[in-house]
């Protein structure tokens, strides 16, 4: 299996920056995708960003293109989210996920998920 732990949430202000951080361990030659969904209250979970582990090929949601950056260090089996511009609205539950395929990930599943951290924007 592959264990995944998020790091970087926390509390900022509307304008600032963020990155947050994932590390894979356990069996990472299962990954061939990773990303970054969140869930805002009361909302549906929501794909961020993916990229694939292989290519480095990225997706992005469309609300995030300009503003958010995901990234990957293979030595490290780490990906990052590097969000800039934040705003209220970007508060939610980040979630890193992990999948055997990259089509897995950017079509909103994944085979494995992070405990979650917390991103709050405040105005």
């Known amino acids: 299996q592959v264990q995944l732990v998020e790091s970087g949430g926390g509390l900022v202000q509307a304008g600032g920056s963020l990155r947050l951080s994932c590390v894979a361990s356990?069996?990472?030659?299962?990954?061939?995708?990773m990303g970054w969904f969140r869930q805002a209250p009361g909302k549906e979970r929501e794909l961020v960003a993916a990229?694939?582990?292989?290519?480095?090929?990225?997706y992005y949601a469309d609300s995030v293109k300009g503003q958010f950056t995901i990234s990957r260090d293979n030595a490290k089996n780490t990906v990052y989210l590097q969000m800039n511009r934040l705003k209220p609205e970007d508060t939610a539950v980040y979630y890193c996920?992990?999948?055997?395929?990259?089509?897995?990930?950017?079509?909103?599943?994944?085979?494995?998920w992070g405990q979650g951290t917390q991103v709050t924007v405040s105005s």
């Open positions: 996920a992990a999948g055997r395929a990259f089509s897995t990930v950017v079509s909103g599943t994944g085979d494995y």
């Open positions: 356990g069996r990472t030659f299962y990954i061939s995708g």
């Open positions: 990229i694939s582990w292989s290519s480095g090929s990225t």
